[in-house]
C-alpha cells in the first residue's frame, strides 16, 4: 500500500529522530498519521479501505485524524457517547469529539463510535469517515497552553452518513481494536520525548556553565551538576524500557504494561527533566526566547494525551493483579 513493509521498530526509530524538531506539534502531528490513526486500518481494514484511505494517507495526500476522544470521555473510552447507527447500507452518525489533532485540516477521521447498545466494551467500532460529508462541522480550533503548531479541533455530527462499507474490521471490535492502536501510539510517544530531553539537559549544561551568579557559573554548584547526571541517567532508563517493550512488540508479544510503564516515565519525567532544568535558566528560563520554556509547556500533554497518567497506573496494577477485587 505504498510503505516500506519495516517492522515497528523502524517507527520507532524514526519517531526518536524526529525529536531532533525543536517543537511538540510537528512529531506529534506526523505521530497522529503515522502510528495513531492507521494502525487499525492497516491490521483489520478491507482492501478497499486501504486503497481509498491507507494509500493516500501514506503518499502524504491525505491528513489522518483519531476521533475517539469527547468532553465526557477523554482517557475514558468506554464512555464515549458518540453514535453509528445502521440504517440500510449506511451509518448515521451523531455526536461529537473533543481535542482531535489535526482535525481542522484531516480528510478523514478513524473514527470510534457506539454502533448498538451493548455491553460498553463491545458494542463500538472503528469507522473510516471523510471529513467532508454534509453534517460534519469543525465547531473551533482550540487554543492551548502548548502544542501550539499543531491544530487541535473540536467536532460535531449531525445525521452524518458515511457507508457502512467504511467499517474497519468487525462491527462490536472497535474498542479492542483502540486498545490495540493505543500501544503504538504511547510507545510513539514516548520516543519522540527522548531526543528533546537529551537536548534540553545538554543545553542547561551549556547554560549554566556560562551564566555566573556570585562570581561562579551556576553549572559549578553541586547541586545542579549531580541534579542534571540525575535527569539523564532517567532518561537513559526510559530509552532502555522503551527498547525493550518495542523488541518484544515486534516478537508478537503483548507488551500492554511495559508501554504503559514507559508511557506513564515519560510523562513524569518530561514534566521533571523540563521543570529542574528551566529553574536552572533562571529569569531567562521564563521567557519565551528559549527552548527549555516551550518543550515545558509542549511536553506536559505527555501526562495526559494517549491515556492519562492515572490511567497508566490503573492498567499497570491490572496487569500486576493488585486492584482490590470488586
Same mark, same amino acid.
Given at each position: 500500500?505504498?510503505?516500506?513493509?519495516?517492522?515497528?521498530?523502524?517507527?520507532?526509530?524514526?519517531?526518536?529522530?524526529? /525529536?531532533?524538531? !525543536?517543537? /511538540?506539534?510537528? =512529531?506529534? +502531528?506526523? /505521530?497522529? &498519521? $503515522?502510528?495513531?490513526?492507521?494502525?487499525?486500518?492497516? %491490521?483489520?481494514?478491507?482492501?478497499?479501505?486501504?486503497? &481509498?484511505?491507507?494509500?493516500?494517507?501514506?503518499?502524504?495526500?491525505?491528513?489522518?485524524?483519531?476521533?475517539?476522544?469527547?468532553?465526557?470521555?477523554?482517557?475514558?473510552? +468506554?464512555?464515549?457517547?458518540?453514535? #453509528?447507527?445502521?440504517?440500510?447500507?449506511?451509518? *448515521?452518525?451523531?455526536?461529537?469529539?473533543?481535542?482531535?489533532?489535526?482535525?481542522?485540516?484531516?480528510?478523514?477521521?478513524?473514527?470510534?463510535?457506539?454502533?448498538?447498545?451493548?455491553? =460498553?466494551? %463491545?458494542?463500538?467500532?472503528?469507522?473510516?469517515?471523510?471529513?467532508?460529508?454534509?453534517?460534519?462541522?469543525? #465547531?473551533?480550533?482550540?487554543?492551548?497552553?502548548?502544542?501550539?503548531?499543531?491544530?487541535? #479541533?473540536?467536532?460535531?455530527?449531525?445525521?452524518?452518513?458515511?457507508?457502512?462499507?467504511?467499517?474497519?474490521?468487525?462491527?462490536?471490535?472497535?474498542?479492542?481494536?483502540?486498545?490495540?492502536?493505543? &500501544?503504538?501510539?504511547?510507545?510513539?510517544?514516548?520516543?519522540t520525548v527522548l531526543t528533546p530531553l537529551e537536548t534540553i539537559i545538554q543545553e542547561t549544561i551549556?547554560?549554566?556553565?556560562? %551564566?555566573?551568579?556570585?562570581?561562579?557559573?551556576?553549572?559549578?554548584?553541586?547541586?545542579?551538576?549531580? !541534579?542534571?547526571?540525575?535527569?539523564?541517567?532517567? *532518561?537513559?532508563?526510559? !530509552?532502555?524500557?522503551?527498547?525493550? $517493550?518495542? #523488541?518484544?512488540?515486534?516478537?508478537? &508479544?503483548?507488551?500492554?504494561?511495559?508501554?504503559?510503564?514507559?508511557?506513564?516515565? $515519560?510523562?513524569?519525567?518530561?514534566?521533571?527533566?523540563?521543570?529542574?532544568?528551566?529553574?536552572?535558566?533562571?529569569?531567562?528560563?521564563?521567557?519565551?526566547?528559549?527552548?527549555?520554556? %516551550?518543550?515545558?509547556?509542549?511536553?506536559?500533554?505527555?501526562?495526559? /494525551?494517549?491515556?492519562?497518567?492515572?490511567?497508566?497506573?490503573?492498567?499497570?496494577?491490572?496487569?500486576?493483579?493488585?486492584? =482490590?477485587?470488586?
Amino acid at each position: 500500500y505504498g510503505g516500506m513493509g519495516l517492522d515497528f521498530s523502524y517507527n520507532i526509530a524514526v519517531a526518536e529522530e524526529l /525529536g531532533n524538531i !525543536r517543537c /511538540g506539534g510537528i =512529531p506529534m +502531528a506526523i /505521530g497522529v &498519521q $503515522a502510528g495513531m490513526a492507521t494502525p487499525a486500518l492497516t %491490521r483489520f481494514g478491507s482492501d478497499e479501505l486501504k486503497k &481509498q484511505f491507507l494509500v493516500p494517507t501514506i503518499a502524504g495526500d491525505f491528513v489522518a485524524c483519531l476521533g475517539i476522544s469527547e468532553p465526557g470521555a477523554g482517557s475514558d473510552v +468506554a464512555n464515549i457517547k458518540t453514535t #453509528a447507527v445502521r440504517k440500510g447500507d449506511e451509518y *448515521v452518525i451523531n455526536g461529537g469529539k473533543m481535542w482531535i489533532t489535526s482535525g481542522s485540516q484531516a480528510d478523514w477521521m478513524c473514527l470510534l463510535a457506539n454502533t448498538s447498545e451493548g455491553p =460498553p466494551h %463491545r458494542n463500538k467500532s472503528l469507522i473510516c469517515l471523510p471529513m467532508n460529508l454534509p453534517g460534519i462541522h469543525v #465547531a473551533k480550533k482550540i487554543d492551548k497552553l502548548g502544542m501550539r503548531s499543531s491544530d487541535t #479541533a473540536q467536532i460535531f455530527f449531525e445525521d452524518v452518513k458515511v457507508p457502512s462499507k467504511n467499517l474497519i474490521g468487525e462491527e462490536g471490535k472497535g474498542f479492542t481494536y483502540q486498545m490495540l492502536q493505543f &500501544q503504538e501510539e504511547r510507545l510513539w510517544g514516548v520516543a519522540t520525548v527522548l531526543t528533546p530531553l537529551e537536548t534540553i539537559i545538554q543545553e542547561t549544561i551549556d547554560y549554566t556553565r556560562q %551564566r555566573k551568579v556570585f562570581d561562579r557559573s551556576v553549572l559549578h554548584n553541586q547541586t545542579v551538576h549531580f !541534579r542534571l547526571a540525575e535527569l539523564a541517567t532517567e *532518561v537513559e532508563l526510559l !530509552r532502555s524500557l522503551l527498547h525493550r $517493550a518495542v #523488541a518484544l512488540y515486534v516478537e508478537g &508479544q503483548d507488551v500492554t504494561k511495559f508501554a504503559s510503564m514507559a508511557k506513564l516515565k $515519560a510523562g513524569r519525567l518530561a514534566r521533571e527533566v523540563t521543570d529542574s532544568c528551566l529553574q536552572f535558566w533562571g529569569g531567562m528560563g521564563f521567557t519565551s526566547e528559549v527552548l527549555v520554556s %516551550r518543550f515545558y509547556r509542549d511536553l506536559r500533554l505527555m501526562s495526559i /494525551g494517549g491515556g492519562t497518567d492515572e490511567t497508566m497506573l490503573s492498567i499497570i496494577c491490572k496487569y500486576m493483579e493488585i486492584l =482490590p477485587s470488586k
